[in-house]
T-cell receptor
Framework: GAVVSQHPSRVICKSGTSVKIECRSL??????MFWYRQFPKQSLMLMAT?????????EQGVEKDKFLINHASLTLSTLTVTSAHPEDSSFYIC?????????????FGDGTRLSIL | QKEVEQNSGPLSVPEGAIASLNCTYS??????FFWYRQYSGKSPELIMS????GDKEDGRFTAQLNKASQYVSLLIRDSQPSDSATYLC??????????FGTGTRLTVIP
């Protein structure tokens, strides 16, 4: 079964709306979670690393004020796309791994397809 | 130089054949290697992980790792049309630094 749960799976909204995406680790605690974005026919692009209890680390070119990340608990990270515009339409995917269980792989949520009209 | 490199493909194989997917990585400190499969419009799903030199088999899948050559491969035996997807190679250095290749698109022709 899924070890990382992501919600919602799809969002369609008007330009200027802020959208929050949740990522939950199931059955394990994740001090670190990762947020990716993927445009059609392109590869995964790491946006930011979410750190529990501290600020997220953003990749170069990703606006931290535009993509707000909150990692308030060991099982939940949220990504808020603020004042979304059509160019923000993309497939957003989170991932996490059980760092307390040895050499574990990262597991991905099912992704959120964001469409801004 | 990219951390992880893959041939973007597309790679086409007939049904029942062996599909061979290759990946190289640049950081000799990488310790863990993963193959993910991503269907169009879906998120990646883990197929195989490999941590030591040699082969690791799981069903129709075999991962091969050669740390001296910094090379990872994935073999898919008896390829099926349902194997058609993009395959992502990933290498991890340290606790959190996981680097993905751009993926190889595989098409299995019935």
């Amino acid at each position: 079964g899924a070890v990382v749960s992501q919600h919602p799976s799809r969002v369609i909204c008007k330009s200027g709306t802020s959208v929050k995406i949740e990522c939950r680790s199931l059955d394990f605690q994740a001090t670190t979670m990762f947020w990716y974005r993927q445009f059609p026919k392109q590869s995964l692009m790491l946006m930011a690393t979410s750190n529990e209890g501290s600020k997220a680390t953003y990749e170069q070119g990703v606006e931290k004020d535009k993509f707000l990340i909150n990692h308030a608990s060991l099982t939940l990270s949220t990504l808020t796309v603020t004042s979304a515009h059509p160019e923000d339409s993309s497939f957003y995917i989170c991932s996490a791994r059980d760092q307390g269980a040895g050499n574990q792989p990262q597991h991905f949520g099912d992704g959120t397809r964001l469409s801004i009209l | 130089q990219k951390e992880v490199e893959q041939n973007s493909g597309p790679l086409s194989v007939p049904e029942g054949a062996i599909a061979s997917l290759n990946c190289t990585y640049s950081d000799r400190g990488s310790q863990s290697f993963f193959w993910y499969r991503q269907y169009s419009g879906k998120s990646p799903e883990l197929i195989m992980s490999i941590y030591s030199n040699g082969d690791k088999e799981d069903g129709r899948f075999t991962a091969q790792l050669n740390k001296a050559s910094q090379y990872v491969s994935l073999l898919i035996r008896d390829s099926q049309p349902s194997d058609s997807a993009t395959y992502l190679c990933a290498a991890r250095t340290g606790a959190n630094n996981l680097f993905f290749g751009t993926g190889t698109r595989l098409t299995v022709i019935p």
